[in-house]
């Protein structure tokens, strides 16, 4: 879906009051011509440590991790906004061009090595299951996704109302009857999907466009957004805990807008918002929850007893170290 871009001036006149003037410990990124959308991403994998580690720590030098290693060491020991052209050019994302911040999430990932098991972070095991009405026979479809789509159309949504919503039974009747094998004909079953794994790091895409009319149109309601979110499990009934540190949100409509990071710091528990080349620090921060208009793709960290740490320097190879070494002058 494309977006042209807005007034970037804008956005920033509606937020100044909430931030500080630009924090000076973390380095934005260039605009390279309406890519808001993929700095907005790149911040958000950026901050995460278990995805800095992998990338920073790999001896893969093939594209595209060769050129997000490259981006990330000079995000951390820089002294101004790299550039994101060379990994734009391996990538084929051209300049000029707004995209969709989820297509290109899934793109990015897509295109880093398997064997590096990056997508383990982030791979929902999604299960779909269907169970005829008549003889209970069950046919169970794995639908292994990277980020979780959930409808935000109903009066008032919340996230949380958003999950169940989505894992809530159809009935499957009339028209829509299944075949079933076992019966060896058209059944009323009940629909129904399940998680059977959860990652480490759980992407929730929140649906703000819809058909209509015979096209697009954006949901611009708000929706509330929790701090912490339980997802069930079908065969753990305590589910899953999951806390929010991560947030790319949409400013605009359908044809014109901008992408902006909001995203809380692993290493001194502050919420910063990314913009572009402008970091700056957010007075509001998220408590328990927050009601938004704008959240758009949501990132959240399964609950544990030790707190993520980013690689330091002295555990980095040594090629890597001396590129550090050569940056940081």
């Given at each position: 879906?494309?977006?042209?871009?807005?007034?970037?001036?804008?956005?920033?006149?509606?937020?100044?009051?909430?931030?500080?003037?630009?924090?000076?410990?973390?380095?934005?990124?260039?605009?390279?011509?309406?890519?808001?959308?993929?700095?907005?991403?790149?911040?958000?994998?950026?901050?995460?440590?278990?995805?800095?580690?992998?990338?920073?720590?790999?001896?893969?030098?093939?594209?595209?991790?060769?050129?997000?290693?490259?981006?990330?060491?000079?995000?951390?020991?820089?002294?101004?906004?790299?550039?994101?052209?060379?990994?734009?050019?391996?990538?084929?994302?051209?300049?000029?061009?707004?995209?969709?911040?989820?297509?290109?999430?899934?793109?990015?990932?897509?295109?880093?090595?398997?064997?590096?098991?990056?997508?383990?972070?982030?791979?929902?095991?999604?299960?779909?299951?269907?169970?005829?009405?008549?003889?209970?026979?069950?046919?169970?479809?794995?639908?292994?996704?990277?980020?979780?789509?959930?409808?935000?159309?109903?009066?008032?949504?919340?996230?949380?109302?958003?999950?169940?919503?989505?894992?809530k039974p159809n009935v499957?009747?009339?028209?829509?009857?299944?075949?079933?094998?076992?019966?060896?004909?058209?059944?009323?079953?009940?629909?129904?999907?399940?998680?059977?794994?959860?990652?480490?790091?759980?992407?929730?895409?929140?649906?703000?466009?819809?058909?209509?009319?015979?096209?697009?149109?954006?949901?611009?309601?708000?929706?509330?957004?929790?701090?912490?979110?339980?997802?069930?499990?079908?065969?753990?009934?305590?589910?899953?805990?999951?806390?929010?540190?991560?947030?790319?949100?949409h400013y605009g409509g359908?044809?014109?807008?901008?992408?902006?990071?909001?995203?809380?710091?692993?290493?001194?528990?502050?919420?910063?918002?990314?913009?572009?080349?402008?970091?700056?620090?957010?007075?509001?921060?998220?408590?328990?929850?927050?009601?938004?208009?704008?959240?758009?793709?949501?990132?959240?960290?399964?609950?544990?007893?030790?707190?993520?740490?980013?690689?330091?320097?002295?555990?980095?190879?040594?090629?890597?170290?001396?590129?550090?070494?050569?940056?940081?002058?």
């Open positions: 879906m494309n977006i042209s871009s807005i007034p970037v001036t804008e956005y920033r006149m509606q937020t100044q009051q909430s931030c500080t003037i630009d924090d000076k410990r973390y380095l934005g990124l260039q605009n390279e011509g309406s890519t808001c959308y993929l700095n907005s991403l790149l911040q958000c994998l950026y901050m995460t440590p278990d995805f800095f580690n992998s990338i920073v720590r790999t001896d893969e030098m093939g594209e595209p991790v060769s050129e997000l290693q490259n981006l990330f060491i000079n995000m951390k020991y820089g002294h101004s906004p790299p550039s994101t052209k060379k990994l734009m050019d391996c990538l084929r994302i051209q300049s000029g061009k707004q995209q969709d911040v989820e297509e290109h999430f899934r793109i990015l990932i897509s295109n880093i090595p398997e064997d590096m098991r990056v997508r383990e972070m982030f791979i929902i095991q999604m299960v779909n299951s269907i169970i005829c009405q008549e003889c209970q026979e069950e046919d169970i479809i794995p639908n292994p996704m990277l980020t979780l789509p959930v409808s935000i159309q109903k009066p008032q949504p919340s996230v949380g109302e958003a999950v169940q919503d989505f894992l499957l009747c009339g028209d829509n009857q299944c075949y079933c094998i076992k019966c060896k004909s058209k059944q009323d079953a009940i629909s129904c999907n399940y998680f059977a794994a959860l990652p480490q790091i759980l992407v929730i895409h929140l649906k703000r466009y819809e058909i209509f009319s015979g096209g697009f149109r954006k949901i611009n309601q708000s929706v509330d957004v929790p701090n912490t979110l339980n997802i069930p499990m079908k065969n753990n009934s305590d589910g899953c805990d999951y806390k929010l540190f991560a947030l790319c949100h359908l044809k014109s807008g901008h992408y902006t990071s909001e995203i809380k710091s692993f290493v001194d528990d502050q919420w910063y918002i990314f913009d572009d080349t402008h970091v700056t620090m957010s007075h509001s921060g998220i408590s328990n929850e927050k009601s938004s208009d704008t959240a758009y793709l949501l990132m959240y960290y399964k609950e544990q007893p030790y707190k993520p740490m980013f690689l330091e320097k002295e555990h980095l190879s040594r090629e890597l170290q001396s590129r550090i070494l050569r940056i940081s002058k």
